[in-house]
């Protein structure tokens, strides 16, 4: 089995040598070198030819995101994952830098007890991001019967289940590993008039969400917030489920609100896409209309079943278009996809569902 060449991008010495030693202790992963700023990084590349970097953002000489610049000009499709740590400031330059081209990110341990630790902290997250990125690709979709529905008086039997006709009450999202750029693209071809709350699952930390929530709302026509519990859940606004809470809708008199728990982890995730989609179903049955972005893992695809069940649609973004075509994927191969989107195509697809179901025109900006 060929190994991933990874080369490691830090300033600190100390970092280096941890990552290093994290990393050469999973045996399908080759450090293959290392490089105390960005340009050295940048002299290295075509004499070690590595798959993967891991690049720090704070460095002297040239710092992550200026490398960030060059390596998408001189190497458009060498994935880089960022290191960042828990803070408002590292969570904007984090955003600025997957901006700029990087595919993913881990947060630098902090107040962890030993090496140790550290090493343990860091292998954990980082080795299934690059496992993810440097995979061989996935298995063909393997097709698998939609459902269908009953025979009727004078007409064939085993004719395809046609819910088009049914109103779409919500939109949930859940998406994970190039999310922020998939959520700008997806919320900001949405019309500012459309007639049904979203509702969003992205895996990222706290303080990592509020970020990502300000700045999609300069961005798109809708208003997006993170949640909080007790929000109302109504048209023409977006609510991102905070880092590290599970978010669930649920009826509030006449209304729908949001709630926000600390509960187990699904998916080792939290908050999970199959929370926030069960409790999707359970408000609005099968007037759902779930959208599955690119990420690693598969949260979202249990979930997904039960939107199918309810006689709600699935949509999911193509493996040429997502980062990583783990959590679409995974839910296009158990065959519960209404549509396999290109990224570019998956706001359009959006609204004219959401019009249909209420007899509406399509905007011309959402077909454009």
């Not at 700023?37 to 891991?54: E, F, H, S």
């Not at 609204?351 to 900006?365: H, L, M, N, S, Y």
Request: charge should be positive; hydrophobic fraction near 45%.
């Amino acid at each position: 089995m060929k190994k991933i060449r990874v080369m490691v991008v830090d300033d600190s010495v100390v970092v280096r040598r941890l990552v290093t030693d994290s990393l050469s202790a999973d045996p399908r992963i080759d450090v293959v070198g290392v490089a105390p700023n960005g340009k050295v990084a940048l002299a290295k590349i075509a004499q070690l030819n590595p798959d993967l970097i891991t690049l720090d953002i704070e460095m002297p000489v040239m710092d992550g995101l200026e490398t960030l610049l060059h390596l998408r000009k001189l190497h458009p499709k060498l994935p880089v994952i960022m290191f960042s740590t828990l803070t408002e400031r590292g969570a904007a330059t984090t955003l600025d830098a997957l901006e700029r081209g990087a595919r993913d990110y881990v947060t630098k341990p902090a107040n962890v007890g030993s090496v140790v630790e550290s090493m343990a902290a860091v292998r954990a997250q980082i080795v299934p991001k690059i496992l993810a990125l440097c995979a061989p690709p996935p298995a063909p979709v393997i097709p698998v019967r939609r459902p269908v529905a009953p025979a009727a008086a004078g007409t064939p039997a085993g004719r395809p289940l046609d819910r088009t006709s049914t109103p779409v009450d919500v939109l949930a999202i859940g998406v994970s590993t190039g999310g922020p750029d998939a959520l700008s693209t997806v919320l900001s071809g949405l019309p500012a008039d459309l007639p049904v709350p979203v509702v969003i699952v992205q895996h990222m930390p706290p303080v990592f969400t509020a970020q990502l929530a300000q700045r999609l709302d300069k961005r798109c026509p809708l208003t997006v917030t993170e949640a909080r519990a007790g929000d109302v859940v109504v048209p023409g606004r977006v609510l991102l489920a905070p880092g590290d809470f599970h978010m669930r809708v649920r009826r509030v008199g006449a209304g729908v609100g949001v709630s926000l728990d600390q509960g187990t982890p699904e998916n080792y995730c939290r908050p999970a896409v199959d929370v926030l989609f069960r409790s999707v179903v359970e408000v609005y049955g099968g007037r759902t209309l779930a959208v599955v972005l690119t990420g690693m893992g598969a949260d979202g695809a249990r979930a997904s079943a039960d939107v199918v069940a309810a006689g709600g649609e699935v949509y999911v973004q193509d493996e040429a278009s997502s980062v990583v075509w783990g959590m679409p994927g995974a839910v296009a191969r158990a065959g519960l996809a209404d549509q396999q989107l290109p990224l570019g195509d998956v706001a359009a697809a959006i609204t004219t569902r959401v019009r249909a179901g209420r007899g509406g025109a399509v905007p011309a900006r959402a077909l454009a």
